[in-house]
């Protein structure tokens, strides 16, 4: 072969390197030639947008490929590809991948100057003329690829994020779940313990009184440790009931008019004999009472809440210990300097000017809205808005409470253990969480201060309507029950057998004459065929009907007390009189007490009967003789 036709097939070889060169680079961001076996590019090149690299990093050809790429890297952040940097791809590197066989590499990277991401691919082969390995690097724009990558990525992210965080909420969802388990099955053991234990004194009880009847000491003294029994029984049984009415929501408020200190000496009966029996002592710092003391409000919650706390200062008390109460109305600035504030009282001398003012600042803060609600407190506008806050202050002497139970103390079903982690004394755990519920329900506040060994404060404070026509009801209330019941005709509506014996003997013993029916259907039959025409002229002027007053049972057969005493007061008003109707049953939520109205029953008194108690109510609305 002569030198001519040596050099066209160099021409053709390098022709046909070109096209595959063209065929490869098509649509790409740059593409050169490198001579890996001397380390120099091969030529100069353009980048798409028409720059020379070369020129830019301040190189002239001819230039070494290593040199390049170590200024290049100022400009170009390597994106790891497959283990592969970069930083890597120097010639040595090249070359040693060739001697391996790989003869196609690629390196990606981030172009800071033109802010997308490439992909450097390096082809390497070995000429025939000389048998130096050669590569063709060609850059490609992969930023869409990369960012969809990185898309995927970020919602991979996202949803493992989520998947962690519904793990979690799982986790947390499950551990509430054992922890409800837990004190579900605490309570039951609870309340398996405390209603078992009093059953088991009552039926002892029993059984010592068989053993010694004509014992009349021992009787009595058994009777009324079996009363005791009841009254638990019947705290427990209130307690779980209340609280699972509060928990759900249904418990409803019912304003009546009452008397606040005739309230509190109820309370105080309530829980003397408690006391006296821990040898406790009760204070009351308020003997005279409040001026405003005719409200109307919630009775029924005011007596529940005072008689909580009052029972838990006699339980946690130290025999011979102490229970201090007062009770006062508070004035709009009053209110204010009375703010809880923990051991230091506002007024104390150990307390700073400054410190005072903040806490006054503090206290007008946390009142404003309710003195907005309630208007000025002072006496003279308190009459003329008929609103007024009442405080209720209870201090004990007795084994307080840690810092840790007092951010609990509200729980359900919770009681501070001793140290070995058992309860000290029987309760179901309700009562404190009762009372919060019950204040709070009512527009009002409670704020605890203890120390362990120390004592407790219960500082609860209760917003009340004024009523201007309360001191006259209370006398009229007092004249009728100091009549009592004594030859008044009483028709009583109760389906139990047991019930009705108790109840008939309650009432003749104080002097009643009682008629019994079985169910409501009987009942409205009988005022039916007393409002006949030969008695209907009587009973029209003494605008009663033939009974004075109605003892009647809700839940009942054929028909129940709700339905009968709609019938009883459709009857009457055709007749133009009215009889007094008195619900005498065991449901004894206040809505129960709504229901009984709406029926249009007059008073509600709940079972178990106290035989005082259903006199006193009877007495205010049977008329005078």
């Known amino acids: 072969m002569d030198i001519n036709d040596s050099e066209q097939m160099n021409m053709m070889y390098r022709q046909e390197r070109r096209q595959y060169r063209d065929a490869i680079t098509h649509d790409c961001e740059y593409s050169f030639s490198v001579d890996l076996t001397s380390g120099y590019l091969e030529d100069s090149f353009e980048m798409k947008n028409g ?52 003869r196609k590499c690629e390196y990606d990277y981030w172009d800071i100057r033109q802010n997308k991401y490439v992909r450097a691919t390096v082809l390497m082969s070995a000429r025939e003329e000389n048998g130096h390995i050669c590569a063709i690097i060609v850059g490609r724009d992969i930023s869409k690829q990369i960012r969809e990558v990185e898309n995927y990525h970020k919602e991979m992210q996202m949803a493992n994020s989520r998947l962690e965080y519904q793990k979690k909420e799982l986790e947390q969802a499950y551990q509430e779940a054992n922890l409800a388990n837990s004190a579900k099955s605490d309570f039951l053991a609870r309340m398996s313990h405390d209603i078992r234990t009093p059953i088991n004194g009552i039926l002892g009880l029993i059984e010592m009184s068989d053993r010694y009847p004509n014992d009349v000491e021992k009787l ?58 821990r040898e406790v002592k009760i204070v009351n710092r308020t003997p005279e009472g409040l001026r ?7 009775a029924t919650y005011v007596n529940r809440i005072l008689t909580n706390i009052l029972s838990n200062s006699v339980k946690y008390n130290r025999i011979g210990g102490q229970i201090f109460i007062a009770m006062e109305e508070l ?13 230091k009282s506002v ?11 903040e806490k006054l600042a503090r206290a007008e803060s946390a009142n404003s809205e309710k003195r907005k609600a309630f208007g000025n407190a002072e006496s003279g506008e308190n009459k003329k808005s008929k609103k007024i806050w009442v405080r209720f202050l209870i201090e004990d002497t007795g084994i307080g409470m840690s810092e840790e139970f007092q951010q609990k103390m509200f729980e359900p079903f919770t009681q501070e253990n001793d140290a070995s982690g058992e309860r000290t004394h029987a309760g179901t755990g309700l009562g404190m969480a009762i009372v919060k519920k019950l204040t709070e329900k009512m527009g009002g506040t409670i704020e605890v201060h203890s120390r362990k060994h120390m004592g407790s404060v219960f500082d609860v404070r209760i917003p009340f309507v004024i009523d201007p026509n309360g001191g006259e009801e209370q006398k009229e209330a007092g004249e009728q ?45 009988i005022v039916r065929e007393s409002l006949g025409r030969a008695e209907l002229e009587k009973w029209r002027r003494e605008k009663s009907g033939k009974y004075d007053a109605i003892l009647m049972d809700v839940m009942m057969p054929v028909m129940n007390g709700y339905e009968a005493s709609r019938e009883i007061r459709k009857l009457e008003r055709k007749a133009g009189i009215h009889t007094p109707i008195i619900a005498m049953t065991a449901n004894a939520f206040v809505e ?22 259903l006199i006193t109510v009877l007495a205010k609305y049977v008329k005078n003789g």
Not at 63 to 89: H, N
Not at 292 to 298: K, L, R
Not at 484 to 505: P, S, T
């Open 51 to 102: 720059e020379n690299p070369i020129w830019l990093l301040g190189l002239r050809l001819p230039v070494r490929f290593d040199d390049y790429l170590e200024r290049a890297k100022t400009v170009l952040k390597s994106v790891y590809t497959d283990g592969r940097a970069l930083e890597d791809a120097t010639t040595a590197n090249l070359l040693q991948c060739y001697q391996m066989g790989i």
């Open 220 to 277: 009595k003294e058994n009777r009324e440790k079996e009363r005791g029994a009841v009254k638990q029984l019947l705290m427990l049984v209130n307690d779980v009931l209340d609280m699972s009415k509060l928990e759900s929501g249904e418990v409803e408020l019912i304003e009546e008019p009452f008397n606040l200190n005739e309230q509190m000496k109820h309370c105080l009966e309530l829980i003397e004999m408690q006391a006296y029996k």
């Open 292 to 298: 405003n003391a005719d409200v109307i409000g919630s």
């Open 331 to 343: 004035a709009r600035v009053e209110f204010a300097k009375c703010e809880f504030t923990g051991s």
């Open 347 to 357: 007024d104390s001398p150990e307390c700073g000017e400054q410190e005072k003012r």
């Open 481 to 525: 029950a100091n009549a009592g019941i004594r030859g008044r005709k009483l028709l009583l509506v109760e389906d139990n057998e047991l019930n009705q014996e108790i109840a008939r003997f309650m009432l003749t013993e104080a002097g009643a004459e009682v008629d019994s029916v079985w169910n409501g259907a009987e009942a409205v039959e």
């Open 592 to 613: 129960d007490i709504v229901r009984c109205r709406e029926a249009g029953m007059d008073e509600h008194i709940a079972k178990p009967l106290e035989v005082e108690k």
